[in-house]
């Protein structure tokens, strides 16, 4: 179980706050190694050329904001560089950092990940279920967006909620291709005209699924494009501090009212499904020090390999001893092999895996 308990770096940080400037003077104003998650959607780089229609000739309201220009490709990359420097001093050695991007800035944004040192964990692609057609129908309809997460270095023990994920899929792993709608309807913020008050504004559900899957109750999570503060308002509902920064004041204006008008969701409800690495280690020793398997039993695996267990919690079998992973992964001719499912035990003529035995011991320790 997560705690809301927060570490002494953070104390120094101003959490829950929009600040103001430029991205990269403000992350290098801030204390090295504090923030647990980075969510970034940088600027674009579109680089369109001219204005875009539908067929009834209306325009298309595309991101052609001054602030997502830039004067070549090296000057965008010079701008990457830079912005993810500062963003991996902020990280904590454990810390990770997801980025979205289009097609014209994703590939170009990767390799600049890997040469500042950040180690990619997947990509996903957020697959829009109702993207905006292709209006001149020279393309195919550009219906995904790209996420990549990546931890501060190869190595770390970045935060990844498996089982939580898995619960949100309905007990299904959860894939890397993400099918959710953009963000629409009421929770797409207008303006005083009643237009969209900023071009980008991601889905919450992209959040959602982003921070229950790598973040717990009580992490700092910084998002230095924030916008309309999709990464704020999420962070919010599930009980994670937040860091916003915006250079545009229009949008900080939009951003802090969303985060005013958000609640937090109840303490219980942000409790997810723990991770089993997470759970308590039990040895399997201690199954036969409490006599839930007799020192001379049988155990078995799937293709009906047969081992016995001995007085000291490890197996026997035909020319080999050992832990009950490695019995198994000699059996297998595997390098590895986890004995908690490999193994099987009999009783009343049912075959039934050793790890129902430690799920039992970890329920008991949890009451
Ligand atoms: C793609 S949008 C982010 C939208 C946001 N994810 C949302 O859901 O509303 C990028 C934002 O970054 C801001 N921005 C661009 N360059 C910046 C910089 N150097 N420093 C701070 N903000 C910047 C822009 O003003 C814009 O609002």
Known sequence: MTTMTKNKSADALPLNTILDGDCIEVMNSLPEGSIDLIFADPPYNL?????????????????????????????????????????????????????????????RVGAALQNAGFWILNDVVWRKSNPMPNFRGKRFTNAHETMIWASKEEGAKYTFNYEALKSLNEGVQMRSDWVLPICTGHERLKDENGEKAHPTQKPESLLHRVLVGSTNPGDVVLDPFFGTGTTGAVAKMLGRDFIGIEREAAYRKVA?????????????????????????RVPFGQLVERGMLRPGEELFSPRGRIAKVRADGTLVGKDVKGSIHQVGAAFEGAPSCNGWTYWHFRRDGKTIPIDLLRQQIRSEMET
Not at 52 to 64: E, F, G, I, M, T
Not at 75 to 101: C, E, S
């Open 47 to 107: 680089q369109l050329r001219s204005d875009l229609h539908r067929p009834d000739n209306s325009k298309v309201d595309a991101v052609d904001d001054a602030w997502d220009q830039f004067s070549s490709f090296a000057a965008y990359d010079t701008f990457t560089q830079d912005w993810l420097k500062a963003a991996r001093r902020l990280l904590k050695p454990n810390g990770a950092i997801w980025v979205i991007g289009s097609y014209h800035n994703i590939f």
């Open 256 to 280: 802090q009212k969303r985060i005013d008008n958000t609640r937090r969701f109840d303490r219980e409800a942000l409790q997810v499904s723990a991770s089993k690495r997470a759970a308590p």
